[in-house]
């Protein structure tokens, strides 16, 4: 798996600089700086990321959490301008390297957006349409991995019947929950979510924290939220960004109860942001 | 005056202009539809047309038109369809894709007849072809291709770009997403773009003057060689379109029938026109529904 994220086999050549990373450690990110042009939108942060558990990005807007949350699976590349320094670490590579595969990158490593985007598809081809491309073709194969993620991500029962049909006549919140679908089916090992329910109601929102939390036992899952009772609700660690910085990043529970910085606790208390 | 009465005012205007352009529409509709539609009739449209006589048909220009049509969208759909793929995707913004662009603008303003004029030279003279379909379709491409790049440019750019982040955010390459989500998403945009663009090549005759030229071969039907003289299919005999047919009577006509043969044959082109537009829009609605899996 980790050559096949190269494009060429030059894995002395990044490897070099890689730190071993400890077992339960998925990314590790060193000294990472994003640029939009001039402007710096993340200022040299450096944080480990678990395995099989939830972080929470939080801080308020502009301060760089999506930035950095879409450098993860290189998603800035499509901005013209953005560039990254420093290093993120996975599976020993540091994958800002123009050496990397992206493309393979980001069958590992999963997005779901903040707005639902579901292709404008039947149901079932939104979730096969990469498996198609990335080489499973047999359809017994697809209509099994069609039903296990979405009976993963809560839909099966709502949309069974109906598989075929568009996956716009869905609510917004069977929406997203597809669109959680579809990023499971390519079974990733690192789910990004950006904002996932902040466009849906309370219950497709409750609906998606559950999942959120069940998915973790497959699934490395880091979340930006501006929803503070969802950051306390669904996860291990936190992390406060503010102003491109790296506040404080410590176990949720910390520092929702006893943050050891002011700022952290001011913008938890909601005094700005 | 208050807003309330400005308010009234304006709607009243936007209404007035909406009666102007309607009546000016189907006034000259049915001006064309009266007059030609008399003239109209099987052997009318299935006889050739005569230099001398009354009575003639436009059997042939008819074929013609429909065949220098497809020619001319065989040639300019993948081109245009490219061009704005490439404006949309892989340009990067700069000096030289604001150059590109300014240069197709001007390209699609350009007025027929110097395109005519170009095609002259380029594919009548310069390639020694002499008047053939093939030139007529050549110059036709001339002003049809910058439309087209600029339609489907629009038109991709004009889809969400969530669709774009989630494809490629499931790792999928960025032509497999141009060529799966992005195209069937701009489909409708393109379609309406390219009926537009065959509706001026239709009706088109100042380009085809001198591409095409003013005449037209004795045709065989069921002669379907390409390569032969008398075969209609054949690209490199000279055609005279329905539109360059119209302006040719009138100006330089022996018949006596001259008003008959031109008021029939501006009916069927406009009949013509219609009905392709009608039934590429139905087509292009049944496609979008077959990728889009909506009733």
Redesign the interface.
Same mark, same amino acid.
């Given at each position: 798996m980790v050559t096949a994220l190269l494009d060429k086999e030059s894995t002395e050549q990044i490897s070099q600089t890689a730190v071993p990373l400890k077992m339960d450690n998925i990314l590790k990110v060193n000294n990472l700086e994003i640029f939009y042009g001039e402007k710096r939108a993340v200022n040299g942060i450096s944080m480990d990321i678990e395995k099989n558990s939830v972080t929470a990005l939080i801080g308020p807007s502009g301060c760089g959490k999506s930035t950095f949350l879409r450098s993860i &699976?290189r998603?800035n590349d %499509?901005i013209?301008g953005a560039r990254a320094e420093g290093e993120i670490i996975y599976e020993d590579l540091n994958i800002l390297s123009e050496q990397i595969n992206v493309?393979? %990158? +980001? $069958?590992?490593i999963?997005?779901v957006?903040q $707005?639902p &985007?579901?292709?404008? $598809?039947?149901i079932y081809?939104n979730i096969t349409?990469?498996l198609k491309?990335?080489g499973t073709k047999k359809k017994s194969i697809l209509d099994d991995i069609v039903q296990e993620s979405l009976e993963k991500a809560a839909l099966w029962e709502e949309v069974k019947d109906r598989i075929? $049909?568009?996956? %716009?006549?869905l609510s917004g919140g069977q929406q997203q929950r597809l669109?959680i679908a +579809?990023?499971i089916a390519?079974k990733p090992t690192v789910m990004l979510l950006d904002e996932p329910s902040s466009a849906l109601d309370p219950i497709s929102n409750a609906k998606v924290e559950e999942l959120i939390v069940e998915l973790k036992k497959d699934y490395s899952i880091i979340i930006v939220t501006h929803n503070m009772q969802q950051a306390s609700r669904i996860s291990d660690k936190t992390a406060f960004f503010l102003n491109g910085d790296l506040v404080e990043y410590d176990f949720t529970g910390k520092i929702f109860t006893n943050p050891s910085v002011k700022k952290t606790e001011e913008y938890i208390s909601g005094r700005f942001g | 005056m208050n807003s309330k009465t400005a308010d009234r005012l304006a709607t009243g205007v936007f209404v007035a202009i909406a009666i102007i352009i309607i009546s000016i529409l189907v006034g000259l509709f049915s001006f064309i539809l009266v007059n030609g539609f008399k003239h109209i009739s099987f052997e009318f449209l299935t006889t050739p047309s005569s230099n001398v006589m009354a009575g003639g048909g436009i059997r042939d220009q008819l074929f013609n038109s429909f065949y220098v049509l497809f020619i001319t969208m065989l040639i300019t759909v993948p081109l245009g369809l490219g061009g704005g793929i490439y404006m949309a995707e892989y340009a990067? @913004?700069g000096k030289v894709t604001d150059i590109i662009r300014s240069c197709i603008e001007v390209l699609a303003s350009l007025p027929s007849i110097v395109i005519g004029m170009f095609g002259l030279l380029m594919f009548v003279n310069l390639t020694g072809w002499g008047y053939t379909i093939l030139g007529g379709a050549l110059a036709l491409t001339v002003f049809n291709l910058p439309v087209l790049v600029r339609v489907s440019e629009d038109a991709i750019r004009a889809v @969400?770009r969530?669709?774009?982040?989630?494809?490629?955010?499931?790792?999928?390459?960025h032509w497999?997403t141009i060529k799966?989500?992005i195209i @069937?998403?701009a489909f409708p945009s393109i379609l309406t773009g390219a009926i537009l663009a065959a509706g001026r090549v239709f009706g088109e005759a100042a380009a085809l003057l001198f591409t095409a030229g003013l005449s037209t071969p004795r045709l065989d039907y069921t002669n379907w060689n390409p390569f032969s003289e008398q075969s209609p299919l054949n690209i490199f005999r000279p055609a005279e379109t329905l539109a360059v047919h119209i302006w040719s009577v009138n100006t330089q006509g022996l018949i006596p029938d001259v008003e008959e043969v031109s008021n029939g044959s501006a009916a069927v082109l406009v009949i013509s026109v219609l009905i392709c537009n009608l039934l590429a829009r139905w087509i292009g609605s049944m496609i979008h529904k077959k990728?889009?899996?909506?009733?």
């Open positions: &699976n998603m %499509l013209p493309v393979a %990158l +980001r $069958k590992e999963g997005m957006f $707005k &985007n579901p292709f404008p $598809k039947s081809e349409h990469a491309f990335s075929h $049909k568009s996956a %716009l006549s669109c +579809r990023t390519m | 990067k @913004p @969400p969530d669709l774009k982040e989630a494809s490629l955010a499931l790792g999928i390459t497999h799966t989500i @069937p998403s990728i889009t899996a909506t009733k």
